[in-house]
Structure formats: C-alpha cells, structure tokens
C-alpha cells in the first residue's frame, strides 16, 4: 500500500483581501474596456459571475462552503459564513508552487467540523423545540471515510458531543477501539460477526469503551450469549430491525439493503426470549434500523421513524431496558442542488430531519409512557462530503468543431454556393429548416462525390460548412422552449472532448461504477463566458473512463460548458461534494497510483491573515510502488533495461548517449507520480 509520508507545513498564504480586492478593480476595468470596445459588434450582454453561478448550479449544493468571487475564481468558506475564506486557484497554484502536482485531493478540516456541528445543533434545536427528554448522540460509519486523519478529526471535532463511531467490519471495529477516546461515545457494531468481532467488541468494555454489539441475524445471538458468560462480561447489545415501510428512489426499488440485513418482527421476539431465557434481557439497550444511503425523499423518512418508534416503546414493553434508538444513515446530499427528491439530491434540510426523527419517537414515547431514549444517527455522507474537493487539469482538448467556414468565392460549386447560404441565414424562427437544408446538402455532395462530380477538397468545404450550420443551430437551441428529438443529440456529436489529468476509476469511482453525478466546474475564468461544449475522458485507456452527463436542470445533461484553452495556462476543474465513500473504493487500476492528498487549515483569525496552513499532507504514489504492488521489482526491471541497451550497444542500434538517456528517463520515471506532471 501508500506509504503516506506526513509533514506538516505552515504557511501563511499571500491571499490576502486587499490583494484580491485590487484583482477585482483591475478587472472590473478591463471588462468594462472590452465591453464598451466590443458592444457594438456583440449582440449578447457580457458574462457575469452570476451567469456561471447559475449554470454551474454552485449556490444549490455549494452553500455555504463554494462560492464564486468577483475575480471569477472559487472560494472555499470552510467554516460557512463564520470564517474566512481561500481563494481556490490561489491554494491550488500555491500547493503545485511546494511539488504538490495535480491530480489533488485537497481536503478543508474545517468543513468536516462544520458539517457535525451542523448536524449536532439541528438535533439540539429539535430537542429543544419539541421539548424532547432525552440527547442526540451521533456516531459516523468509517466506511464511509477510512482515512485515519478524517477519523482522528472527526474524534477530536465531536468530544464536545460524546460522538462516536460506527463499525460495519472487523477493520472498522480495530479502527475505532483505537482511534476512539470520548468518555462515554458510542461504537456501534454492525455488520456480519464471528465470535472474534463479538469477543473484540466485549473486550472494549473492558479499555472503559462503549460498544454496542448490533444483532443482524438469529445465529449472532448465539455467540453473543455464549461468548458473555465465557468473558463474564454483561454485554451492551442492540437489535436492528428490517422494517417493513416501503421506500422510493434509488435504495427504495432494490430494497437490497432492507432484504440483506436485520431482523424480521418474530426474529426480534426471538432475541428477546432468548436473552430473557439466560437472564440477559439487561443488556438489550438499542433499536437500530438503517434504510439505505442518499434518501431522496423525507416522505420515506417519515414512514420508517414511525414503524420504528413503534418497535421501540413494543420492546421497552417487552421488559428490555433500551434507552438508545438509532435511525442509522441515509441523510442526504443535494448533489445536483435542485432540492428535490430526483435521485443525485433530497427534498429536505437537515433540520428537517433531525425534527421528524425528534417528532416521531417523543411521540410513540408520550403515548405509551416510556421513557425517551438516547437518540444516535449514523449519518456519513452528510458529515464527510463536503469537505473534499478533487481538482485536476485538462490536458488538452480534441475540437470536434471546425474553425468557422470562409465565406462562398464566384466560380466555386453550386451546392457550396447554397449551403453557403443556409449557413449566412439560420435563425431562431428557421433553425429546423436550415438544418433539414444542411442533412440534405451534405448527403448530396457525399453521392456527386462518389460519382466523380465532387473534388475531395469541395467535399470538405462543404462539410466543413454543414458543421458551421450545425455550430449556429447549437447555439440557438438553449433559448428554445422545445427541442426537437433530430436536434437533441446534436449538441452532444458536436461536443469537444476534454482530457483530463486523471484516473477516474483511481479519484471518483461512483462517477463511473453507478452513475453518480458530481457537480464538475472550473475553478477560475467564471467571469468569462465558457464557449465550448464538451464531454470528459481520463488519461485510461478504457472507454469507460469517461464523463458525459453532468449535474443539470432537469436532473442531467449531455455536456459541460467550459472555456476554451488558453496557450500556455493550465485549466483547472474542480470535482466537488466527493469526501463519502469516493477516496477508498477505487482500486489499483491501470497502474495510475493513489493521488496527492493535503488537509488545509485556515489560519487562525488572529494573525489577522486570511491565510491557510498545510496540516497533513498524504503523498500519491510513485510508479515504483505502485508497480511494487503488482508484485515487479523495479530493481530487476531497471537491470532488464540496462542488459537489452548493452546488447543494442553491441549491435549498433542506440548510441551509449541514447542509452544513457534512456536508463536515467527509466529511473526518473520509477521515483516520480504517476500521473502528469510539469517538469
Ligand atoms: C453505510 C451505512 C451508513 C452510512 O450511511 P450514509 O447514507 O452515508 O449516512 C450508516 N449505517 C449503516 C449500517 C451503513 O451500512
């Protein structure tokens, strides 16, 4: 694996707010220039940062941490509007001026501590509006972020609440009884158990932890009985339910979940006959049920809070103690930021939810006169996503647009003649005709040609002037109310491609293993129009590698408005929203490593600097390791190297300059990144 290499650097940005404050003059200026030299010729008014607001979608899901300046570059406001703010490009150029080469992960501690304040005060707020007797104590699922700083933060960010953490593995149980030191947080253990991960949790009791042993299946009571009285320990178990409430969306129609895990109503009544049987009943203390991730619709919420409650005051009836429910996960993200119930975002805040979940259990409790528990959700993507942003370059672009046609010379051919006039005359009232025109006129070039009555170059004049009648139509059909089906997909042929300095099986895996939309934007140049229609692909070799749907206004669209490359300055977009489960799914793939990750820190306000500083910094890795990893031995290949030069020398085939240069290209090569770099 990675050998992470940590340092700690501190730095003071030179981002400082005059500075950006006489960029804005500056170009505030230089447009104002442009617009009054050029608004005669365009007829379209100038772009604003409003406009790339709108497109891009930035207020719906990156309040209150992604905003746009007025320079056109994003900032990042990691602690909401409490804090400062960076200046995106500005950390990304000074990270690549410290060898801190793109593709990065750059991770913002305080976002992630924001989101659990968040999610804790909207508890306490429903706590207190409903007057509920009883406290929130959350804990967050290590699948969902493993990272052993992201952890550790989360511990040191959530002492202030008892929060704790969730455990679905063996792995994950190891990771919290270490990494865990709040003094009465929770660990809860979910997921299958063998009598090691049921004896581990048991043994925690002992360090003075809080694990509660989650029963999934009839068998796992068993165990946990029989391993209890062997360590004579009184266990803390908990019971999760599979409910019957039905859901919608993504997790609702597959229902996977609800059909892998938990216990069905007579299982329930089992356990607790079991355990009353051996004298246990004592250490049945929690319900828990979870309906599956990135619930869409509070609706669902509403359905399972009441069945559970229900189940809750039953089994307090039932003579267990409990006094914890845990709702589990599912809390959404507003990826597409439409706040609605389409799959990529969900129709409720989260003080919506932490007030249904409040709502709902105080009043089973009321109506039965049992006591209000401990409430503890298990939300993960709510907490972790925000917080990391992946950013990457493009390398270079493939125009799948021609340069603009010239204009129709006397004496050329007749067709040119006539297409040249479709092409001088679409409009928005003739744009179906014209491009009916154009099919027809290119298809009819394509027979002269081929019966001898078309020169190659006529051929690609007029080609060349079907795809300007094309580029003209595209254009017009964003003001269209209606857009006919023939013209539907023409926006995405005419599309360029833009590759990316990147692996996206390596950074984002959901984007391709199940369609997952990320909100995807660049992060300067926002005060430009972006010009180009493009689609992504990745440095792999595979297909797949590739993006072409995009977070949009009606859920998704075909292609991403970006600016058109500048000689000589890189382009950088940014993936956002990915810090849940995206980091640690992808595997080694096509040998392209892990990439480079930095936590960033905002200064503290004292220094009276809105400046940030590097805390961890986690190093991609180098071609040798990840060769390492597929078990090469760069020291044997190296040497391969060397024998095939000295038997080219022999024969005459490479010069010792050219070997030489070629062995030290090869050594080079097994030090540095895996990716792209400016050398
Ligand atoms: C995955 C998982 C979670 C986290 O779900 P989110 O939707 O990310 O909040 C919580 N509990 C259990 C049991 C899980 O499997």
Redesign the pocket.
């Known amino acids: 694996m990675e050998s992470p290499t940590i340092v700690s650097l501190n730095h003071t940005s030179a981002v400082t707010e005059s500075a950006t404050e006489n960029n804005q003059g500056q170009n505030a200026d230089q447009n104002a220039a442009l617009l009054s030299a050029t608004s005669s010729v365009v007829s379209s008014r100038s772009w604003t940062i409003e406009d790339s607001e709108d497109l891009y979608r930035i207020k719906g899901w990156g309040e209150p941490y992604f905003a746009i300046n007025a320079v056109g570059n994003i900032t990042v406001s990691p602690q909401g509007d409490r804090g400062g703010s960076l200046d995106l490009k500005e950390v990304v150029e000074g990270l690549k001026l410290r060898d801190f080469q793109l593709p990065l992960l750059i991770r913002f501690s305080e976002i992630l501590e924001d989101r659990l304040e968040r999610i804790n005060a909207c508890f306490a707020k429903a706590i207190a509006r409903y007057s509920y007797k009883g406290v929130y104590q959350g804990v967050f699922?290590v699948?969902?972020n493993q990272q052993r700083h992201i952890v550790e933060d989360l511990v040191r960010f959530g002492q202030a609440y008892q929060f704790g953490l969730?455990a679905?593995t063996k792995p994950e149980l190891m990771i919290a009884l270490a990494s865990l030191s709040t003094p009465g947080a929770l660990i809860?253990c979910?997921?299958y158990k063998d009598e090691s991960y049921i004896e581990t949790a048991m043994l925690g009791q002992r360090l003075g932890q809080k694990p509660i042993i989650v029963l999934e299946q009839l068998e796992e009571v068993d165990v946990a009985i029989t391993t209890a009285k062997r360590l004579g320990i009184q266990p803390n178990l908990g019971i999760?339910a599979k409910l019957a409430a039905k859901g919608s969306g993504r997790w609702g129609t597959s229902a996977g979940?609800r059909a892998k895990?938990g216990l069905t109503i007579p299982e329930i009544i089992t356990v607790v006959e079991k355990l009353k049987a051996v004298d246990m009943i004592e250490s049945l203390q929690l319900l828990?049920f979870?309906i599956?991730?990135?619930?869409n619709a509070i609706s669902v919420i509403k359905e399972a809070m009441r069945e559970a409650s229900q189940i809750y005051v039953e089994l307090v009836s039932l003579g267990a103690p409990m006094g914890y429910l845990d709702v589990?996960?599912?809390?959404?993200v507003d990826y597409d930021g439409s706040k609605t119930s389409s799959q990529g975002s969900k129709n409720y805040s989260v003080q919506n939810y932490a007030n249904d979940v409040v709502a709902y259990v105080k009043d089973a409790c009321v109506a039965r006169e049992v006591p209000m528990p401990t409430l503890v959700?298990?939300?993960?993507?709510?907490?972790?996503s925000h917080q990391s942003v992946l950013i990457f370059d493009v390398l270079g672009t493939s125009e799948a647009t021609p340069e603009d046609p010239t204009p129709y010379q006397d004496g050329e051919h007749n067709l040119i003649r006539e297409l040249w006039d479709v092409y001088t005359s679409v409009d928005a009232d003739n744009y179906q005709e014209a491009f009916t025109d154009a099919i027809a006129f290119k298809k009819e070039a394509a027979s002269l040609f081929n019966l001898n009555y078309l020169r190659l170059t006529e051929r690609a004049r007029i080609e060349r002037l079907y795809w300007g009648c094309c580029k003209k139509i595209v254009s017009l059909l964003p003001q269209q109310d209606y857009v006919p089906e023939e013209l539907e997909h023409l926006e995405k042929s005419m599309a360029s491609i833009y590759y990316l300095n990147l692996s996206l099986f390596k950074a984002a895996l959901d984007t391709w293993a199940i369609g997952q939309l990320f909100p995807i934007m660049p992060i300067h140049r926002l005060n430009e129009e972006p010009t180009q229609r493009a689609t992504l692909a990745d440095l792999t070799c595979d297909s797949d590698g590739k993006v072409d749907r995009f977070i949009g206004p009606k859920g998704a669209k075909d292609v991403l408005e970006l600016h058109a490359l500048q000689e000589g300055d890189s382009y950088y977009l940014g993936m956002f929203l990915v810090g849940?489960?995206q980091e640690t799914l992808g595997n080694l793939h096509n040998l392209f490593g892990s990439i480079n990750t930095v936590h960033i820190h905002l200064a503290s306000k004292a220094k009276a600097q809105q400046g940030y500083t590097i805390e961890h910094v986690v190093r991609g890795n180098t071609t040798d390791e990840v060769l390492k990893q597929v078990q090469y031995d760069p020291k044997d290949m190296l040497e391969q190297i060397r024998r095939r030069s000295e038997q080219a020398l022999q024969k005459g085939q490479i010069t010792i300059e050219e070997a030489r240069k070629l062995m030290d290209n090869y050594k080079a090569g097994m030090d540095r990144y895996t990716y792209l770099t400016e050398v």
Request: aromatic share 6%; net charge neutral.
């Open positions: 699922p699948k969902c969730e679905g809860i979910n997921g999760r979940d895990f828990h979870h599956g991730s990135q619930v589990g996960g599912g809390l959404g959700s298990e939300s993960g993507r709510a907490i972790a849940a489960y």
